[in-house]
Structures are given as structure tokens and as C-alpha cells.
């Protein structure tokens, strides 16, 4: 039998899988978040990587700090800052060189559960990137799709579109195989992404 889930990743899946639902802009990213809110109930194993920060999350509690009192992700911001001294911080690579020369140093991923997460498992992932001010991130695609809840400031794009700003407490889809990137600005980015993998393949 799996012991139960860690209480401070409990309490963050559930404020976030709360507010992605309650943000989601199309019936699409609604069906993908019911589907991982369902798989969510399953718990799997707590990983056994040892948990890790980067030098960019230090733009971390400054930015939950300002979300604190927000109306829509306050609680969130703090459901994230208890769970965070478990988060494994990784960098990833930019194979197609699309990203701003300081990317590797001025970022940073982390999985609360998913590939090399807190828990880890391979149908549902729920990440979060951030961003240090003035970084362009990798284009890139994946098979999973993929709803966003953005957390600051920053901007996003999808395949050939435009650079779009959704804000605080925006949300947009990814459909399964987009490309899309983000960068930030004068101000650090921050985003917390869900993906469903259905098992059609992953990035
Ligand atoms: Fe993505």
C-alpha cells in the first residue's frame, strides 16, 4: 500500500490544480486539467532525489512574496512556498540555440510531481519554470498537452504567433506537439505548467 502524500505537496497540488481549473480559457485545457486532477487521486511513491536550488531561485521568494495578498493565486503563492524546499531545480538544454545567450545560467525547471519530480511518475506533470529578468527560453514541443498558470510578469508565444502577455493568474493551452517559448522582461518569470501525458510520448 503507498503511504499517503507528502502534506505540503497535497496542499500545493490542490491549490494549483484549483486555480489552473478555475483560470483555463477553453474547453480543451478544461478536459486535460479534469483528467490530471483525476489521476491526481492516485498517489505514487515520494522520489528519492535530494531536493536542490540554483542560484536564479533566488528570484523565488521575493516573487511568492508578492503574490501573498494577490485575490486569485494568493493562496497558491503559499501553498508553493511550503512545498518548495522539496522542488529538484534543473536547467535544461536548448539544442536548436533559440534561447538568449544567459539561459543557462538564468533559469531553472521543477517538476512538484511528474519525470524526476517530488513524485515522480510518467501520466500527469506539473512543473514551473523560472525565469531571471531578460532571458528568452528554448523553443520547443512535446507530445503531452499542456495548460499554463502564469505567475508574474512575461511574455509567451505559440508557433509563429505573436508575443502575448497573459499576467498574473493568465492562462493559456498548449495543444499536443505546438511549439512555443516565453521570455521575461525587466522582471523575473514565473509559470507553473500541467501536462497530460496519455502515453502518446513525451519531450
Ligand atoms: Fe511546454
Not at 6 to 12: C, D, I, R, T, Y
Not at 88 to 94: I, Q
Not at 110 to 139: K, N, Q, T
Request: proline share 10%; glycine share 10%; net charge negative.
Amino acid at each position: 500500500m503507498t503511504d499517503p502524500r507528502n502534506p505540503q505537496l497535497q496542499g500545493f497540488l490542490d491549490a494549483a490544480l484549483g486555480a489552473l481549473e478555475r483560470h483555463a480559457i477553453c474547453d480543451r485545457a478544461r478536459a486535460s486539467l479534469r483528467r490530471i486532477a483525476a489521476a491526481s487521486h492516485r498517489v505514487e511513491p515520494h522520489g528519492r532525489a535530494p531536493a536542490a536550488r540554483l542560484p536564479v531561485c533566488a528570484h523565488l521568494d521575493p516573487l511568492l512574496a508578492s503574490l501573498a495578498d494577490h485575490p486569485a493565486v494568493g493562496p497558491l503563492a503559499h501553498a508553493f512556498r511550503d512545498v518548495a524546499p522539496l522542488l529538484v531545480w534543473r536547467t535544461r538544454a536548448d539544442p536548436d540555440g533559440t534561447a538568449s545567450r544567459n539561459f543557462p545560467t538564468s533559469h531553472a525547471n521543477a517538476m512538484f510531481i511528474g519525470p524526476g519530480g517530488i513524485e515522480p511518475r510518467s501520466d500527469i506533470w506539473i512543473g514551473v519554470s523560472l525565469l531571471a529578468p531578460h532571458v528568452r527560453y528554448p523553443d520547443h514541443t512535446h507530445a503531452p498537452e499542456e495548460t499554463y498558470l502564469v505567475l508574474s510578469d512575461g511574455e509567451f508565444r505559440q508557433g509563429d504567433g505573436d508575443w502575448f502577455s497573459p499576467g498574473v493568474g493568465g492562462s493559456f493551452y498548449n495543444p499536443p506537439g505546438i511549439w512555443h517559448t516565453m521570455r521575461s522582461g525587466d522582471t523575473p518569470l514565473l509559470a507553473l505548467w500541467a501536462l497530460w501525458n496519455d502515453g502518446a510520448g513525451a519531450a
